[in-house]
């Protein structure tokens, strides 16, 4: 699936006009800063939970994150909320750079800034309704697809922002 977005933005093709009409403008570079928060959050919450299942803060190895993500995955209280939000992390480190190179080469070339804004926003609904599901809603088959759809809006919009810089980089 993940072949598709890009596919789509390079031959036109994303979110439709009337859909980012609807959308506030966001400025481009603020909107990488939501963006780490945004894959940051799932971070702190996979804390909290790390926490709980190790009886407070002061239980939360640091030396060795990593080992005891390893060993909490297969609690029984909270195994399944620490590797959710952790998914959910790692799957926000993993969209970043599309979308920055996006948002950079946008700049770089002078595209359309409020397009490029309006692109950013809908990226950014998109990780926050990410996040809420894959945090938040049980695994059963439609918050899977809600999700899916959520993750698949992200790179389409990381696309259609590299596809926006490409066409004004062409003229």
């Known amino acids: 699936m993940s072949v598709f977005p890009p596919i789509m933005a390079l031959v036109g093709a ?18 990488l ?17 790390t926490s709980k299942a190790t009886g407070g803060p002061g239980g939360i190895n640091n030396n060795n994150p990593r080992a005891q993500y390893e060993e909490l995955k297969s609690d029984r209280g909270y195994g399944d909320d620490i590797s959710r939000a ?7 480190l993993e969209s970043f750079p599309v979308f920055g190179v996006g948002v950079v080469a946008c700049l770089a070339v002078g595209a359309d800034n409020t397009l490029a804004g309006k692109l950013a926003c809908a990226h950014l609904i ?38 926006l ?4 980089s062409d003229q």
């Open 86 to 92: 952790q998914a959910a992390h790692s799957n926000g």
């Open 33 to 49: 800063l939501g963006s780490v928060i945004l894959f940051n959050t799932p971070h702190m919450v996979k804390l909290y939970w």
């Open 165 to 168: 810089a490409a066409t004004k």
């Open 126 to 163: 998109s990780r926050v309704g990410y996040n809420i599901l894959y945090m938040g809603v049980s695994t059963n088959f439609a918050g899977g697809v809600a999700r899916s759809t959520c993750w698949f809006v992200s790179l389409l919009t990381s696309c259609q922002l590299i596809m």
């Open 14 to 31: 994303g979110l439709p006009e009337g859909v980012l009409a609807l959308l506030p403008y966001v400025s481009p570079l603020k909107a």
